[in-house]
């Protein structure tokens, strides 16, 4: 798939968000979607997410970011749309910021 074929995604979850596993559920879900790109906690309590990849298959991690693991609450979902750069090779945990 060619870099003009994929989009990016950037988003900020807020909510009950940090050591309820929401890290390794958005991994699994951007490994499932075949997704490029990072996860991290920031010290605000919050979660930020930047991945890259078919803009359906971010819509669809999207969706999943709203709901969270069961374990989660999330209270609300900033995002942002852009083109991909197609630095990432792969979908990691990076450290918080």
Same mark, same amino acid.
């Given at each position: 798939? /060619?870099?003009? @074929?994929? /989009?990016? &995604?950037?988003?900020?979850?807020?909510?009950?968000?940090?050591?309820?596993?929401?890290?390794?559920?958005?991994?699994?879900?951007?490994?499932?979607? =075949?997704?490029?790109?990072?996860?991290?906690?920031?010290?605000?309590? =919050?979660?930020?997410? &930047?991945? @890259?990849?078919?803009?359906?298959? &971010?819509?669809?991690?999207?969706?999943?970011?709203?709901k969270g693991p069961n374990t989660a609450y999330v209270t609300k979902v900033r995002q942002s749309w852009s083109d991909a750069t197609g630095e990432y090779r792969f979908?990691?945990?990076?450290?918080?910021?």
């Amino acid at each position: 798939m /060619s870099l003009e @074929e994929q /989009s990016r &995604l950037y988003a900020v979850i807020e909510g009950r968000v940090q050591g309820v596993g929401f890290r390794s559920f958005v991994l699994d879900k951007a490994d499932e979607l =075949n997704l490029t790109g990072w996860v991290r906690n920031t010290y605000q309590g =919050n979660v930020e997410v &930047l991945a @890259e990849g078919p803009r359906f298959a &971010l819509e669809e991690l999207l969706e999943t970011l709203k709901k969270g693991p069961n374990t989660a609450y999330v209270t609300k979902v900033r995002q942002s749309w852009s083109d991909a750069t197609g630095e990432y090779r792969f979908f990691g945990v990076e450290h918080t910021m």
